[in-house]
């Protein structure tokens, strides 16, 4: 319990005790007045207003709770006491009025529920209070006295408009709900647990359960099982989320549900307020929805155009397969992507006219219809492309998606445009052609050749696309209209009109024929004019011929067998003879021996068959005629009438064919390409050995063959078409290339070039191949050679791309950077060939030096130039290709600067030299400081050597004479002792003293001046060691002396051995020195931290000095203690300070006269934190 | 021992004197002929010069060497000893009041047989002549002695 609540706790208690107080008050003394006080005090406290009335109603009391129910102010107590009577009070209303009045008849009546108000009061008071009707529960009962009479009368009155409202709230809801739930389409189903206590009649309806049926059953035999676990869940969670159900109707169909419920708190329970909706139509529609988009969706996917659909930021939302093919992007990559993002890699032209078109269809909203699109693909690959786009959701009229349909028409147009060149073709070939040519469809001309114009005098543009009845007499027109009709093919005649109105007749042979995909008809068209001509012509000649009209070119003789009796000029002219030379003269005459008998043996048996001769010429040569012979009577004789039809040429004709024929037989066969005669049916006819070999089959293998058994499955799909097409006539040729099978399932790529012939009726194909198999396989390579190179290209392009990309920012670098790039040719005078542009730091600019105006090497330095070009020839000889050289260039202003030259040299393939690349460095500073520096140095070297001559003659020099003072005043004292008294012995005594001294403060400065001079080396020192040493040497030298020498373990520094035993020595040394007159002396050597950094220290309790004196410390020859105390002579610590100073460190001293003293030094070396690691290291139990 | 000669070659007279002493006082009796400069010790040495008529069979037991002298310098004077044959196996034993590292390596690589320095407390110095004698003239065994001719 925490402080507060403890104080609240008993502040609670308070009125509790002071209550107890108030208790124990009443029970100590309790007289009537007190009593009246109380009970007006309960009277007054009361929630329950209490009015107190005369038996004749006047109002005698009214507490606050009583003023408050009838909205009375508290102050308008004083005014109603006294003056109200309830029983006068006309404004109350007459139900009450009636309670109240039984109430003063002594009876106890209670009421609820009544309506009271405060208009009678409010009369009395006069007040402004606003009237107000209270609805009102109590009691009102008589007071009785002792005699029974009542004395008062006391109204209770309990305020019950809340409660009241709130009933009359619940009653109109309940009858609201009841129409709601009546009038609503929703099954409304009121549940108490799993109950159901109440449906509408919309569930009866919906279900087709009665409500009784319905009412106390938990519904389970009215849901599948599926649902009812459904219901379970929602019931049990109370979840207000709407779910799916099926219900199962009465009749026993199922009937899928949506159900919402609502836990709601009625009449004190807990009610499950259900309403359900019929979702079967719903659920139909939903059906057909998700039909409808499998089926949209498997159209998408399957359909053989390109289809996507984009958002109204020309974003791809999906897109097929089909169209992702067609541009080689697979699917996932377009989705939320433009065009433009999505053929990054196409020309840009390509994307932007489709989302030109997307565009306009997003703010038209009408669709584009079949726009055409030329791309090509990166790779290459035209593809031509109709794009239909359309809006395809609309919202407030504007495009949300757009779908678009991609059709590629590339083979289409590749087929249009062979289409076209064919037609071209067949154009040369029909206008080269003697005979006229027309094309029309139902008389309408859609073409005419240039022979057929030529005939009638048009000009094409005159023709095409007027009717073939213009052109025409009114017989031929119908004789026309016949033919066409009739689809006859055979030839007839007709009479055709010319542009200048004169007719002439031709003969025209028409048959049906596809062109330009509708079924047309071709006519060939020939002028017959002459033959009409020479017909009339004959049919005018003499009577006797006139019957044979027919055979009016051939030649005619009219004979017995012995005599001619007439011929024709036909004859004549066959023959070469004079009519005269043949008449009256024997048949035979002319005729070879041969002949002459095959014409007899004809004679004898009336042959009628035709027959061939051979007929003698006037000039001896003969000819070759065939003759027909029958009986004729002439001029009354019984003669025989011979038509002589001269066939030489058809018998040369006939040779020809037979050379022809063998001409081809001999090519078949000897063909190097193979040949196969197909017949109708597309089997083999005719082999050559050239095709046995390409498949490897016997001819009689492959006779009766279909050729397409030979064809590789992957090439046969076209095959058939095309020859059918052959056969039809549709085309005259066609070229294709394809793979065979051979006999020993080897591929052979063959080009077959197969042409249509008519030979005696039928259709053949002939079928030539040649195997190209290896011009594939180099076709396949140089492809493979190309698109290698391709890439190669491309990457060598992004190669050189990035180079340059490189190149720049090299250049840049080179420019901002001090260092100037040069490249020179290595030829005389060195040419540059490139500079950079900072070379201006040097007065030149770029053009000075790559123009040629100025050489390399014109403005290097001429006590230079021989120096690098023999250095250079040292290099080249060495091959060394990186080098750098030092010399002084002349800048434009003729000031001479040093530069450095880091050379790389350049070879060609046969490594000779060609150029040399420098980066050229500034350094003339650096050589200024080099060069003073240098003599510094030997000013240094100079100073240093006159210094160890000086010590060198002071060592020698003043040493001598030292010794000889030293030595003669011994002398004297030895060999003169007697002549001098005690006091010249002391003086000869001092005079040694001091030269001694001398002699020594000499070699302490020579040590001095030494230390500075000696060369260090520099290794790992044990200074632990060291110290041991020498407190070992230390106590050596005075065994009687007791030291305790404490030395720290470990401590490794870099520095000079020597030194460094030089300056530990002095330290310890004048420890030992300075602890000499201390009992317990203790010398310690250690090391500690300050600042990260290992500070040495040797440390005494000996005399100690006066810390005023220690700046004095380590200068030479300074002493802070007497030599008779401490012997000495004062240049310890300066060499100790050299030597520290010397390995890079300090030193400094602390200490106070008699606290003992303490030397500090450090190590500045690489050495200091490196020795506590060896310390701790070296010892695990530090 | 008495009658092997000692050879100081030494320009201070002061230094001549005390070595004298010093041998006296050690009792190193022996004949010590004094060369004042480097020069007139080579000549001895070689029996040149002044001292042509020297008799060169008279070589000295051990040779006192000061570094520091007039004209020719101790180090060139030990230098042709060691040149010359007759010289090159006598003992010298560097006297020099310098302890330069240098000269005591020069010294050495030129071949001295030892090196003092000579002490300012002249007890010491006696001390020091004292040892020197009794090894050198004593204690070690002398080269045997060629006789020219």
């Known amino acids: 319990m925490s402080h507060g609540e403890r104080q609240k706790s008993l502040k609670r208690t308070e009125p509790i005790s002071s209550n107890s107080e108030l208790n124990g008050n009443e029970t100590s003394g309790f007289g009537p007045q007190e009593s009246l006080r109380a009970l007006s005090s309960v009277f007054e406290r009361s929630p329950v207003g209490n009015l107190l009335f005369s038996p004749d109603g006047l109002l005698l009391s009214i507490n606050a709770s009583a003023l408050q129910i009838f909205g009375m102010p508290s102050e308008s107590a004083g005014l109603l006491i006294g003056c109200y009577n309830i029983l006068n009070d006309q404004k109350l209303p007459d139900e009450i009025s009636r309670v109240i009045k039984r109430g003063f008849q002594s009876e106890s009546v209670e009421f609820s529920n009544d309506v009271l108000s405060n208009d009678g009061m409010l009369q009395v008071i006069g007040q402004d209070v606003q009237p107000k009707s209270i609805w009102a529960s109590g009691s009102i009962y008589p007071v009785m006295d002792d005699s029974g009479q009542s004395s008062a009368v006391i109204l209770e009155v309990r305020d019950t408009s809340d409660a009241k409202r709130e009933e009359d709230e619940l009653r109109s809801n309940e009858e609201r709900f009841r129409i709601l739930s009546m009038a609503t389409f929703e099954g409304i189903v009121l549940l108490v647990g799993r109950y159901a206590i109440d449906v509408n009649e919309a569930f009866e309806k919906m279900t087709g359960y009665d409500r009784s049926e319905i009412v106390g059953t938990d519904g389970q035999f009215m849901v599948t099982p599926e649902s009812l676990i459904a219901i379970s869940e929602h019931l049990a969670t109370g979840s207000s989320e709407p779910y799916e159900v099926d219900v199962i109707r009465k009749d026993g169909s199922i009937v899928p549900v949506e159900v919402i419920g609502r836990s709601i708190e009625f009449k004190g329970r807990t009610i499950r307020v259900t309403a359900t909706r019929d979702i079967t139509e719903r659920k139909i529609a939903e059906e057909a929805l998700r039909e409808s988009e499998e089926r949209f969706k498997s159209f998408f996917e399957s359909s053989p155009v390109g289809l996507a659909v984009f958002d109204a930021d020309l974003r791809y939302i999906s897109v097929n397969k089909t169209l992702a093919d067609m541009i080689s992007i697979p699917v996932a990559e377009h989705i939320g992507r433009t065009p433009s993002e999505v053929l990054s890699k196409w020309p840009k032209r390509i994307p932007r006219r489709v989302e030109s078109i997307l565009k306009s269809v997003i703010e038209t909203g009408e669709p584009v219809v079949e726009a055409e699109v030329v791309g090509e693909g990166h790779r290459k690959t035209a593809r031509n492309v109709l794009v239909t786009a359309f809006p395809l959701v609309k919202v407030n009229g504007e495009v949300k998606s757009v779908g678009n349909v991609v059709i590629d028409i590339t083979d289409r147009k590749r087929t249009e445009e062979a289409l076209r060149q064919s037609e071209a073709r067949f154009r040369i070939l029909a206008d080269s052609a003697f005979e006229g040519l027309i094309i029309h469809y139902e008389g309408v001309f859609l073409d005419i050749n240039d022979a057929c114009l030529k005939m009638m005098g048009y000009k094409r543009s005159e023709i095409l696309g007027t009717n073939v009845a213009d052109y025409l007499t009114p017989e031929s027109t119908t004789k026309v209209m016949s033919h066409v009709r009739a689809g006859s093919e055979e030839p007839y005649e007709i009479e055709i009109i010319r542009k200048d109105g004169t007719t002439f007749p031709a003969e025209v042979r028409g048959r049906a024929m596809y062109y330009k995909g509708i079924s047309a008809r071709v006519s060939y068209v020939r002028d017959i004019s002459e033959r009409k001509k020479a017909e009339d012509e004959l049919r005018q000649s003499e009577a006797r011929f006139r019957t044979l009209a027919d055979s009016a070119f051939e030649g005619l003789v009219i004979h017995d067998y012995k005599t001619i009796y007439d011929v024709n000029s036909a004859f004549i002219k066959m023959t070469g003879f004079e009519r005269q030379q043949l008449l009256g003269k024997n048949p035979g005459d002319f005729l070879s021996k041969e002949s002459l008998e095959v014409i007899l043996s004809h004679a004898y048996q009336s042959l009628e068959e035709p027959y061939e001769v051979t007929i003698l010429r006037k000039d001896g040569t003969s000819f070759p005629a065939e003759i027909h012979s029958r009986d004729i009577d002439y001029k009354g004789i019984k003669a025989r009438i011979g038509s002589i039809r001269d066939i030489s040429e058809r018998k040369q004709a006939e040779d020809a064919l037979l050379e022809s024929e063998e001409r081809f037989r001999v090519t078949f066969e000897n063909a190097a390409i193979g040949m196969t005669i197909l017949n109708e049916e597309g089997r083999i006819t005719a082999a050559n050995p050239a095709i046995e070999k390409m498949l490897g089959y016997e001819r009689d293998a492959l006779l009766g063959v279909i050729p397409i058994e030979f064809t590789h499955p992957d090439d046969r799909k076209s095959d058939l078409k095309l020859f059918n097409d052959v056969i039809d006539g549709k085309i005259v040729s066609y070229k294709k290339e394809k793979r065979l099978i051979r006999r020993d399932g080897e591929v052979v790529w063959v080009r077959v070039t197969a042409s249509g012939i008519r030979l005696r009726e039928q259709s053949f194909v002939v079928a030539m191949t040649e195997d190209i198999t290896e011009r594939k396989k180099a076709e396949a390579e140089l492809q493979m050679l190309a698109a290698e190179l391709e890439n190669r290209v491309h990457e060598r392009t992004a190669q050189l791309e990035a180079a340059n990309l490189r190149l720049k920012e090299l250049e840049f670098i080179v420019n901002k950077s001090s260092s100037v790039a040069f490249l020179w040719k290595a030829q005389e005078g060195w040419p540059v060939e490139y500079v950079s542009e900072n070379v201006v730091q040097f007065g030149y600019t770029p053009d000075d030096l790559m123009s040629g105006r100025i050489k390399y090497a014109s403005i290097i330095h001429k006590d230079d130039i021989d120096r690098i070009a023999n250095e250079l020839e040292y290099y080249a000889a060495e091959n060394k290709n990186e080098f750098i050289q030092e010399y002084r260039i002349l800048a434009a202003s003729g000031e001479l600067r040093w530069v450095e030259d880091n050379t790389w040299v350049r070879r060609d393939s046969d490594g000779r030299i060609t150029h040399y690349q420098g980066i050229i460095l500034d350094v003339t500073k650096r050589k200024q400081a080099e060069e003073e520096r240098m003599e510094r140095t030997l000013q240094l070297e100079e100073l240093n050597k006159e210094m160890e001559a000086f010590s060198y003659s002071v060592s020698h020099d003043l040493r001598s004479p030292l010794r000889s003072i030293d030595g003669f005043s011994l002398a004297l004292i030895e060999d003169y002792i007697d002549k001098f008294d005690p006091q010249g012995k002391d003086y000869l005594q001092r005079i040694r003293t001091g030269a001694q001294r001398m002699g020594m403060l000499i070699d302490d400065m020579l040590r001095l001046s030494r230390l500075s001079r000696s060369e260090m080396s520099i290794e790992d020192i044990d200074l632990s060691a060291m110290a041991n040493q020498i407190a070992s040497d230390l106590k050596e030298r005075e065994p009687d002396r007791f030291v305790n020498f404490v030395i720290e373990p470990g401590m490794i520094i870099k520095g000079d051995k020597n030194l460094m035993r030089m300056a530990l020595e002095n330290l310890m040394d004048n420890a030992w020195k300075f602890t000499s007159k201390v009992t317990e002396a203790i010398i310690q050597v250690g090391l500690t931290c300050h600042d990260d950094e290992s500070v040495y220290f040797v440390k005494d309790n000996g005399a100690g000095f006066d810390m005023s004196y220690a700046p004095k410390l380590f200068t030479p020859f300074q002493r802070l203690h007497s030599v008779t105390d401490f012997p000495g002579s004062g240049i310890g610590l300066a060499i100790v300070r050299r030597v520290i100073h010397r390995h890079e460190g300090r030193i400094w001293a602390e200490s106070s006269v008699g606290q003992g003293a303490a030397f500090y030094f450090t190590i500045g070396l690489k050495s200091g934190l490196a020795s506590v690691a060896v310390r701790k290291k070296s010892d695990p139990l530090s | ?149």
């Not at chain 2, 002493?21 to 480097?38: M, P, Q, T, W």
């Open chain 2, 1 to 149: 021992m008495s009658n092997q000669i000692i050879l100081l070659v030494e320009d201070n007279p002061d230094d001549v004197e005390l070595t004298r002493r010093a041998l006296f006082k050690s009792n190193i009796l022996n004949e010590l002929i004094v060369a004042r400069d480097g020069a007139e010790a080579l000549d001895w040495l070689f029996c040149r010069g002044d001292f042509v008529e020297r008799d060169p069979c008279q070589a000295p037991a051990v040779v006192l060497l000061d570094l520091k002298l007039p004209k020719i310098d101790g180090l060139e004077v030990l230098r042709q000893m060691r040149e010359n044959t007759s010289t090159r196996m006598l003992p010298v034993v560097v006297l020099t009041s310098s302890r330069e590292e240098q000269d005591v390596i020069s010294s050495y690589k030129l071949g001295a047989n030892s090196y003092i320095r000579k002490p300012v407390d002249f007890n010491q110095f006696v001390d020091a002549v004292k040892q020197l004698g009794l090894y050198w003239l004593l204690l070690n065994e002398a080269p045997p002695h060629k006789r020219a001719g």
